[in-house]
């Protein structure tokens, strides 16, 4: 099947050395976290081929939040070819990580519907969404699963929406509870919140993320 590879800025070599093997792709090079000038003229002329993305967690969510906002979600069927090892998204979904396995799942297995998670800051969450240092309150759903102060909370996709870990203080961070849900809610002091390894950069009275209406077509 032809597709549209949108490799990144410092996408793998052996990666880029397998997809220029193929004589059915397109692939264009673009930087980092792609933005709406980078990606809206590809859209544009993408009609029903494949579209992937390689590189990082963060490069997958800014190509998907653009099509978030493009209205494509439904339309475009997304493959994904991490070239990290320690990528989430690809442990969350199991996909391959290899580069060789990796692009022959791309380009050749089904969609498999995954939920979308987005945040209240306009954003959407493919990976790890952290929060360190808090001192608040944790909702997940109706549950509390936290008051008082935390080393970490970590919040990632879940085929119920949204997975919820609290990591406690202490030198080897002890694990607290874990709730899964449609949304979590996050208030107190939040010195910084990090969404798939991208900081936000500010400190933040409040956080949501929650399950969109829409789910990602990733290719798994």
């Known amino acids: 099947m032809a597709a549209v590879v949108l490799a990144c800025s410092g996408s793998g070599d052996r990666v880029l050395d397998l997809l220029a093997q193929r004589s059915d792709l397109t ?7 792609p933005g709406k ?12 081929r494949r579209l992937i993305v390689a590189r990082t967690d963060a490069d997958l969510a800014a190509v998907v939040l653009r099509l978030l906002r493009a209205e494509r979600l439904g339309s475009v069927d997304v493959g994904y070819l991490p070239t990290s090892t320690d990528s989430v998204t690809a ?5 391959p990580r290899a580069p060789a396995k990796a692009v022959e799942t791309a380009l050749g297995a089904p969609v498999r519907p995954v939920p979308l998670v987005r945040d209240d800051n306009g954003g959407v969450l493919l990976g790890a969404g ?3 240092a808090l001192d608040g309150v944790v909702y997940c ?4 699963v936290l008051s008082g ?3 970490l909370v970590t919040v990632t996709p879940d085929p119920a929406g949204v997975r919820v870990t609290v990591t406690h203080k202490g030198i080897l961070g002890r694990s607290g509870p874990t709730a899964t849900g449609r949304a979590c809610q996050i208030g107190g002091e939040l010195p910084d ?17 929650y399950r969109h209406t829409e789910d990602l077509r990733l290719i798994r």
């Open 27 to 33: 692939v264009c090079q673009l930087p980092p976290r």
């Open 37 to 48: 000038d980078d990606l809206d003229p590809i859209l544009a002329e993408l009609a029903r």
């Open 91 to 95: 442990r969350l979904w199991q996909l």
């Open 130 to 132: 952290t929060v360190a």
């Open 141 to 144: 759903d109706d549950t509390r």
């Open 149 to 151: 102060s935390a080393k």
């Open 193 to 209: 919140v990090i969404s798939d390894g991208v900081p936000h950069g500010r400190a933040m009275p409040r956080w949501t993320w």
